[in-house]
């Protein structure tokens, strides 16, 4: 890989990516923005990656220059641990190990949720022989995996004797009221200031078995309902470009099932990779912020530097 040593003047981005997103859509388009615009940035897969952790440059590359920002797509150990290292050096983060921990913890999310007065669904955890003890659980009852994502190990159940039965790979279980609501969710994304709105189909139809649906779904107008929710979120967990999924209870209103640190923002038209690479050059000074004028070449993946024989 072709690595200048020259240092860069003005700012550097290290996309530092869990192995899985590499060629998703995000952080793909985010990156091919900051390089049309000059920014000297570098996709580093967190797990193929080797960091001194008293030495930023061993994942930012010598050329970082004095403004490096590092924006994580992930949460995999490899990039928390990684990315704690670069916090811990005064690096600029566009989230923090510490606020990407707080949503990847379903459980965690939740709790935060409801004592912040976020409408979500009442949740309780516990394995699944234990929880069907309980006379005053509400079924249909859904349950995930506490660290769950991309719909994993979902379970729809009727009734306490379904919940004994069911096969749980893991400890314990996050349940909550399954609200079958119309099938769809609602997905609100955020960048910085810029929040949009997607009705996209449900991954677990109403009879409770996964649908499989993959199409993007449709770009709504963001209500005033949905707005506010994704103020509150932000403010509860800190995160500058995240989604969040909700469902609809029985009288139409909005409840929140899911917050994710930078999704793909799939489904929403316009230049959202302009926007998103505005969002991470902006958490540098203004002053430091201007890229050179000409196109950078985007290094994608790899280790920055030569790891010594
Ligand atoms: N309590 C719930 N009631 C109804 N549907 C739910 C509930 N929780 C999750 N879902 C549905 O399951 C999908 C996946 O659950 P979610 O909590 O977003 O986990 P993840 O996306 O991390 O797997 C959601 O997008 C939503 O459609
Ligand atoms: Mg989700």
Redesign the pocket.
């Known amino acids: 890989m072709a690595t200048s040593l020259t240092a860069t003047v003005g700012p550097s981005v290290t996309m530092l990516v869990e192995g899985r997103y590499v060629s998703q859509a995000e952080p793909r388009g985010v990156t091919a923005a900051l390089a049309r615009r000059g920014v000297r940035v570098r996709t580093v897969v967190a797990e193929d990656a080797v960091a001194d952790v008293a030495d930023p440059t061993t994942i930012l590359g010598r050329d970082a220059g004095p403004h490096p920002v590092v924006c994580p797509r992930g949460r995999s150990l490899a990039l928390l641990a990684t990315l704690r290292a670069l916090e811990a050096q005064g690096v600029h983060v566009i989230h923090r190990a510490a606020t990407i921990d707080t949503v990847v913890d379903?459980v965690g999310m939740s709790a935060r949720l409801t004592e912040a007065g976020v409408p979500t669904?009442r949740t309780w955890l516990g394995h699944p022989s234990r929880l069907s003890r309980r006379p005053d659980l509400a079924y249909p009852l859904?349950l995930?995996p506490v660290r769950?994502?991309?719909?994993?190990g979902?379970a729809v159940v009727d009734d306490a004797a379904q919940l004994r039965g069911l096969q749980w790979p893991e400890q314990v279980a996050l349940a909550?009221?399954?609200?079958?609501?119309d099938a769809h969710?609602l997905k609100v994304y955020v960048a910085g200031p810029h929040v949009w709105a997607v009705r996209r189909r449900?991954?677990?139809h109403p009879d409770g078995t996964p649908t499989g649906a993959t199409e993007p779904g449709v770009q709504v107008p963001v209500t005033a309902a949905a707005r506010a929710l994704a103020e509150r979120c932000r403010a509860v967990f800190g995160l500058t470009l995240f989604g969040i999924?909700c469902?609809t209870d029985s009288s139409g209103d909005l409840l929140v099932?899911?917050v994710?640190e930078f999704p793909n923002y799939r489904g929403i038209s316009g230049d959202v990779d302009e926007m998103l690479a505005e969002v991470v050059l902006g958490v540098l000074p203004a002053e430091v912020q201007q890229a050179g004028a000409e196109p950078f070449e985007a290094e994608l993946v790899g280790l920055p530097e030569q790891v010594p024989a």
């Open positions: 379903k669904p859904l995930k769950g994502d991309n719909s994993r979902i909550q009221p399954f609200h079958r609501g969710d449900s991954p677990i999924d469902v099932v899911d994710n």
